[in-house]
């Protein structure tokens, strides 16, 4: 994640961080809302994570959820307009990628 000033930031989240998974920036406003999850995974996670907010947790991850939907749709509209990569822009993509 970036700053205004364009220097890299660490993601809130620390279980995102350990993850090495980049989220957006933080909201401002919250809304309260009510869920309704598994006991057995709100169990397990809290027993994988103790001191970690669930609701920073479901923040975050729907965040990136949400970062996801908008890059795959950006690929949609990308392969539409450009037609789908080749084998060999897929290689050097993740030539790039895994030499980060």
Not at 6 to 35: F, H, Q, T, Y
């Amino acid at each position: 994640m970036e700053s205004s000033e364009g220097e890299r930031r660490a993601p809130r989240s620390p279980w995102l961080r350990s993850r090495g998974i980049i989220a957006g920036p933080p909201a401002g406003e919250k809304v309260k809302v009510s869920l309704t999850l598994d006991r057995d995974l709100v169990e397990e996670i809290r027993e994988t994570f103790g001191g970690q907010a669930l609701s920073t947790m479901v923040n975050d991850l729907l965040r990136g959820a949400m970062i996801q939907q908008r890059v795959a749709e950006l690929a949609d509209q990308m392969i539409e307009e450009s037609g789908p990569p080749t084998q060999e822009d897929i290689d050097q993509v993740w030539t790039e990628w895994l030499a980060e």
